[in-house]
Each structure stands twice: as C-alpha cells, then as structure tokens.
C-alpha cells in the first residue's frame, strides 16, 4: 500500500492545529515554537512531493481515491497537478514566516476577557488558527472531487474570520470581518447552488456506472469531452456563472472586491498575507481546475466579458492605490490590480497566458507578503498607517528602506524580479487573442510605478523626522524581522532570473486544460510576402525597358513564400 502522501500533507497542520491548543495556557513560547516547527514539517513535506513529482508524468500524481459517501456519490479523492505543486510550495513557504513575523501578534491582540483583559489563551487560539487555515488552503489545492473541494473552499473562511475580527487590529475590526464573511458566504451560497445542479445533470446523464450522480472531477471532465453531457446549453452557462462568481470573490475581482481592503486593513499584517497571498489563490486556482475543465464551451463563452472585468479591475486598483494616504489599504488595492492580472491570462485562454497566471499566483504571494510584512514592520515602530507620519526613514533604518524598496520594484513588476516574467507572459499571452484589453493591461505598468515609487519618497526619503532621531523606536530590522524578509527577497530575485524550474511543473497542467476546453493558442498572423524594390535588381533577371521583367511585371517584385513562385522564378532565368 503506498503512502498517502497528501492525507499526510493536509492533516499534519490540521492536528497540529489541535496539539496547539493541549499545550498549557501559561506555555506560550512553548505553542509557538510547536507551531512552527509543524509548518516547517509541512514545508518539509511540500518539498519531498516536488521532488517526487514527474513533470512529464500523469497530470494527477499521488493520486487517492476512498469511498466517502456513496449515497451522494462522492469519494474522499486526492490528486496533484503541476498548478497545484507550486501553489502547496508557496503555501508551506509562508507560513513559517508568517508565524516568526507574527510572534508577538497574539501577545498584544486577540479576544477580550469579562474582565477587560485579554483572553490567557489567546497566543493559542491564533497559532491553531493558522495551522488550521493551511490544512484547509492544502486541501483545496489537492481535491478531486467536487464536493470534497466546496466543504474545504468554505470551511477555510472560519479560522480567517477570528482571525480577522478576533484578533485583528483597530475599532473597525468587526466590521470588516463580518463583511469578508457575508460576501463570501453568498459567492459560497451560488457555489452550492450550482453543485448540486452539476450533480443533477450527471445522474441525469449516467455519468456514474450506478445510475447515480456524480462528484468526482475526473469522470465529469471525461464526460463533458466525449459529449455525453452538453455543456453548449443555457442550464450549463448558469452552473458556470454560479462557480464562476464564487470564485470571483474569493480572488477578487470587480465589482466583487470591497471587502478585501476593509479587510486587510482590520487584520494583523501576517493575518491579511495569509488572506491576500494564500487564501485568494484558491479562487483563481479554482478558475482553472473547475470552471475551464468543467465548462469549457461556457469558459470560451465568457471569456470576452470575464477579460474585460479583469482589464477594469487591473487598471481600477492600481488608480485607487495612488490615491491612498493608508499604507496598507495601498498595498491591498495593488492587489487587486494584481488579481486582475491574473485572471486576464487565465481567461485569455492561451497557453503563454495561463501558465503567466500559475505563475504569477506564486510571485504575487511572494512580493505581497513582502511588502506587507515590511509595511507592518515600519508600522509597528510609529503606530500608524498613514503615509504622511512618515518621512527620511532610510536615513534612519537603511535596511528596512532597502528592502522594502526592493519589494515595491517587485510589486511593479521591474525586469530580473518575479513578477515581471509572470506579468509578461499574461500580456503576451493576451495580446495574441484580445490585443485592445493587452494594451490597456499595460498602462498598468506605468500606474504601478507611480505609486509605489512615490510612497518610497514620501515615506523613506527627504529628511527624517525629528521624533525619529531623537527616538530608538524607528529602529532598523531585528534579526528575527531579517529572517522572515531575507528568504523572500532571494526568492524574487531567484524566480526573477531562473523562473524555468516553475514553468516546467506548471506547463504540462496548463496544456492539459487547453486540451479539455478544446482551444488552442491563436496563429500569429504574419504576412509572408517580401515586397522587392523595382531599383533593386535580383541575380539571375534581366530588366526590359523601364524596370519591366522578363515575366512582364512592373515595378516592385512580389516574391511569395510558395512552391509555385519558386517554380515560376526558375522557369524566367
């Protein structure tokens, strides 16, 4: 019997979860220190999987597959694809460093006592949390079944949603949690919806060798390709549209996106990277898993309209974001624009395009929770998020300054950083089938660079303020702060100079699901003919008169790229 290496994935946070909370109340260094060494484990774990991986292999590898509930039709069925390697990495990459970014987090936060007070256990409510938002998130990105997937996508917003209002920052905490949990409870609500309706129409079908309907992936892809189920018809287009905006707001993308910075801003810094750079990643995931191989002619359908938002939500976030005065709330609405990125090449259908957005999920992580934490980091020494507090700090802190630079060059997408090949291949991958929404894409470019590069002046440059040097709290980074920012910052520069590793696990998923939607990359249209001056005289032809040729032409000679032009030039030598 093999290993079920991804039960062992999932569950290993999941129970680490549990033993967080049996370690003794007046022990926390003790959860901490457990904590993190279980997300290392999971790293651990994740790295052992990308080593066993086949790139060249089934798409699906170490793949499970139990019965779970056969009344509903559904199994307990586990599988990993190239897409869903390098998002498990991203995952079990951050979470260590989220946990030592966030060490003291709970120490000063979390959920009031009777008495006024802070909670005694809550340093163990907020590690348990994280752990248990990663097994979930791991999950997600493994299910190959329907149902299996929709409990996990859903389940994931509990832990989020006491970590925001629970152990978040500021008056407006509760708020905004209970707004991320309302639109993301109605997006879950269509999803429902929408798969029971899919389960109907593979009873329907017979799909299932029982007669029953049916919720694994595999068997309902196969289905939709031989053309036992249509998915050409009106019912199949609405099943989309309910998959679809679920996963729309998860991501997000306009309209469907005000929750994330109301969120972002309430919650602690290493709480909103586990939101922006990990758990919306599933939404976009689910895009490609779900929607495209389900659907594929509801997919190619939509695809103008779902384009043309992302174009919106790609140039709405990165305006929006030059015109904050909160820092944070700055860096949520370039996530936005980068979503949008994201599912612009997802929906380009392309292939360049596609694995652009694979990528980009992973290099968006990476650059997100960069500049995020060293935002929370700069905050945490004023206490404030205003831009205008601050002034001159790289005189002051020359190595929180120059990372944090790095990681806004990154953020707008400089050459030899991650994000520019992943961006790169989205708009290339674009412009080969919607050009008008590439170059609109691209003004972005120049968006991104005004407000990123006139936060730094504002912020680092000029003259440092004069509470700052008088006071040691504008301190540099600490070893343990240097520590959670040195390994993203190598991560960018590596991915942004050698990004093949990546796209060769990314790749063979991403022609795999081009395959099921039936599209293939549009032909470049390149016009072959080579127009020869008339003055310009070619070997082997003789001039009559005022320039005509031997074959009676005129003027310029049109040389085509053709058997029968050549056969025709060496019939007039």
């Known amino acids: 019997m093999s290993v079920p290496w991804l039960t062992i994935l999932w569950l290993a946070p999941a129970v680490g979860a549990a033993l967080v909370l049996a370690v003794p109340a007046n022990r926390p260094a003790a959860a901490k220190w457990f904590a993190f060494a279980v997300s290392v484990g999971v790293l651990v774990l994740a790295v052992g999987l990308t080593i066993g991986f086949d790139p060249a292999g089934e798409r699906y590898q170490f793949v499970e597959d139990l019965s779970w509930i056969p009344a509903l039709g559904t199994r307990y069925a586990l599988g990993l694809d190239g897409i869903g390697l390098v998002l498990i990495l991203l995952t079990a990459a951050l979470l260590p460093l989220l946990l030592l970014a966030g060490w003291h987090d709970a120490d000063t936060s979390g959920s009031l006592d009777r008495s006024g007070g802070r909670a005694q256990k809550g340093p163990h409510i907020y590690l ?27 389940a994931m917003l509990i832990p989020m949603y006491f970590l925001i209002g629970g152990f978040g920052n500021g008056p407006n905490r509760s708020g905004a949690a209970v707004k991320f949990l309302l639109y993301n409870l109605f997006g879950g609500l269509l999803l429902l919806a929408a798969v029971v309706g899919l389960y109907v129409v593979t009873a329907q079908n017979g799909v299932s060798a029982d007669g029953a309907g049916t919720f694994a992936l595999q068997d309902i892809v ?33 309209p469907l996106h005000s929750w994330l910075p ?53 140039v709405y976030g990165a305006i929006l974001a030059i015109g904050q005065t909160d820092v944070m709330r700055l860096i949520a609405y370039t996530s936005i624009s980068h979503f949008g990125f994201i599912i612009l090449g997802i929906f380009a259908l392309t292939n360049q395009g596609q694995t652009g957005s694979a990528l980009y999920m992973v290099n968006h992580g990476i650059s997100t929770a960069a500049l995020f934490l060293l935002a929370g980091f700069l905050v945490s020494r004023r206490g404030s998020r205003l831009i205008a507090d601050y002034g001159g700090v790289q005189k002051v802190a020359p190595v929180l300054a120059g990372t944090f630079l790095v990681a806004g060059l990154a953020t707008l997408s400089l050459p030899g950083l991650a994000p520019f090949i992943s961006e790169f291949l989205v ?4 412009f080969t089938r919607y050009p008008i929404a590439a170059v609109i894409a691209s003004s972005a470019l120049v968006l991104s660079a005004i407000y990123i590069l006139w936060t730094y002046q504002r912020m680092f440059g000029g003259p440092p303020k004069l509470s700052d040097v008088r006071s040691s709290s504008m301190r540099d980074l600490s070893g343990r702060e240097l520590a959670v920012v040195a390994p993203l910052i190598a991560l960018l520069i590596v991915l942004g100079v050698y990004p093949k590793p990546m796209i060769d696990l990314i790749d063979p998923a991403v022609q795999s699901t081009l395959t099921t939607v039936g599209v293939t990359d549009p032909a470049p249209a390149v016009d ?19 320039g005509e040729h031997e074959d009676g032409q005129h003027g310029a000679t049109p040389i085509a790229d053709t058997p029968t032009a050549g056969t025709e030039a060496e019939g007039h030598r």
């Not at 949390?129 to 996508?153: C, H």
């Not at 009106?234 to 707001?249: E, I």
Request: net charge negative; with cysteine.
């Open 128 to 154: 348990a949390l994280f752990l248990a938002t990663e097994g979930m998130v791991l999950m997600s990105f493994v299910a190959l079944d329907v149902l299996l997937f929709y409990i996990f996508f859903e």
């Open 528 to 546: 072959n003919t080579i127009t020869v001056p008339a003055a310009e005289k070619l070997p082997g032809r003789e001039e009559h008169g005022d």
């Open 262 to 314: 109301d969120a972002a801003v309430a919650a602690t810094p290493t709480s909103a990277v586990l939101m922006m750079a990990v758990i919306d990643k599933v939404g976009t995931f689910a895009m490609l898993r779900f929607c495209l191989q389900l659907f594929p002619d509801a997919s190619q359908y939509f695809a103008p309209l779902i384009c043309a938002l992302a174009v919106v939500s790609i």
């Open 427 to 430: 708009l290339i991958g674009t």
């Open 222 to 254: 196969a289905a939709v390709s031989s053309g036992q189920i249509d998915d050409s018809t009106g019912l199949a287009k609405l099943l989309f549209l309910g998959f679809m905006f679920a996963f729309a707001v998860k991501a997000p993308l306009w």
